[in-house]
């Protein structure tokens, strides 16, 4: 064993072990997301953390939401999308930390 290599082994449990992960491994981003209006009785709450592939977009989460909740399929043309509380496109790229909130029409007098 070489010198550096065992001191470390020495040094207590697993403290030999590697640490280094593989380089083509990307994390996936943690977003949180909201939704008001129908959608929470849908979705059965008004607020989700989500886990996605690096590179998603908001129409991505919405799609993993309709898989998970067929029934919101419906609101889709008439829905607004925003990101960290700015209206954004829903070709928008998402990261982590990011939130996006579903929001349906209003109306009102």
Do not use: H, T
Not at 30 to 54: M, T, Y
């Amino acid at each position: 064993m070489l010198p550096a290599l065992a001191a470390r082994c020495a040094a207590g449990y697993n403290s030999c072990v590697s640490s280094v992960a593989p380089s083509n491994v990307k994390a996936p981003i943690r977003v949180k997301v909201l939704v008001f209006g129908g959608l929470k009785e849908v979705v059965g709450g008004a607020e989700e953390f989500v886990e996605l592939k690096p590179g998603s977009c908001i129409e991505d989460l919405f799609a993993q939401f309709i898989s998970r909740y067929p029934e919101l399929a419906r609101f889709r043309s008439s829905l607004v999308a925003s990101r960290n509380q700015e209206f954004a496109a829903w070709d928008s790229q998402l990261a982590s930390g990011d939130e996006v909130a579903f929001l349906p029409p209003v109306s009102g007098g």
